[in-house]
Nanobody
Framework: QIQVAESGGELVQAGGSLRLSCTAS????????MGWFRQAPGKGREAVSC????????TYAASTEGRFTISRNNMDYSLHLQMNNLKPEDTAIYYC???????????????????WGQGTQVTVSS
């Protein structure tokens, strides 16, 4: 079972930047895709982006394209989300998660992810 934990969420002004981090450990953690999700108050969990075990990236939240970058450290398999030019609508709890299937591609469906972190709050003020 993969253990996941996020960090890095803060209060930041619009136009600012944040870098979220996620540690992941467990059996065969290197062969599971990892994704970033976010959940704004009163809304469902939204897929932001994902990176496969082989390093292929997918962006699911169109509003973040060109501003957010997902990456994975190939040594310790930690996950990162670099967020630039933040907007108030980016305010949400951000989660990282490990996909449920080894050697599988990315997915935007939360139901297909088995291991979740506790979430980290990102608040963007105008």
């Amino acid at each position: 079972q993969i253990q996941v934990a996020e960090s890095g969420g803060e209060l930041v002004q619009a136009g600012g930047s944040l870098r979220l981090s996620c540690t992941a450990s467990g059996p065969n953690v290197d062969v599971y895709g990892m994704g970033w999700f976010r959940q704004a108050p009163g809304k469902g969990r939204e897929a932001v982006s994902c990176i496969t075990w082989s390093g292929v990236k997918s962006t699911y939240a169109a509003s973040t394209e060109g501003r957010f970058t997902i990456s994975r450290n190939n040594m310790d398999y930690s996950l990162h989300l670099q967020m630039n030019n933040l907007k108030p609508e980016d305010t949400a709890i951000y989660y990282c998660a490990a996909h449920s299937r080894p050697f599988h591609g990315c997915s935007s469906s939360p139901e297909e992810y088995a291991s979740w972190g506790q979430g980290t709050q990102v608040t963007v003020s105008s």
